[in-house]
């Protein structure tokens, strides 16, 4: 029950970001698999087990801060520069984040 909530919520996330961007980010599920490292880094080394529901809004607010210098230092130049094909820009920028998020997972 729990994973099929977690899946409509990743479901929303992303049409979402496609109603409104017109853009597919393909480093969605990195982004919350972001935020269930930060938050299992809370939980282990600052909060403690006890207060686990602590670690739930600072993992949303560290993963807010990091999507938001994506979108302004990556995704940004698509809407704002004279970017030609910006579906090419956007799925080339979303796939690299995705690719380097996983490989800092396995060296992390």
């Known amino acids: 029950m729990v994973i099929g909530v977690i ?3 990743m479901a929303l996330g992303i049409t979402f970001i496609y109603s409104i961007m017109k853009m597919i980010n393909w480093g969605m599920g990195e ?3 972001i935020g269930s490292y930060v938050q299992y880094a ?3 080394n600052l909060v403690g087990p006890h207060r686990w529901y602590l670690a739930v809004p600072l993992a949303m607010g560290a993963v807010f801060l990091l999507g938001l210098v994506v979108q302004r230092f990556l995704l940004r130049p698509m809407f ?3 970017v030609d ?3 090419e820009y956007a799925t080339i920028i979303t796939i690299a984040l995705m690719v380097f998020f996983r490989n800092l997972a396995i060296v992390l």
């Open 7 to 9: 899946y409509s919520l």
């Open 42 to 44: 809370l939980i282990v």
């Open 31 to 33: 982004f919350y698999m």
């Open 80 to 82: 704002v520069g004279g």
């Open 85 to 87: 094909r910006r579906d």
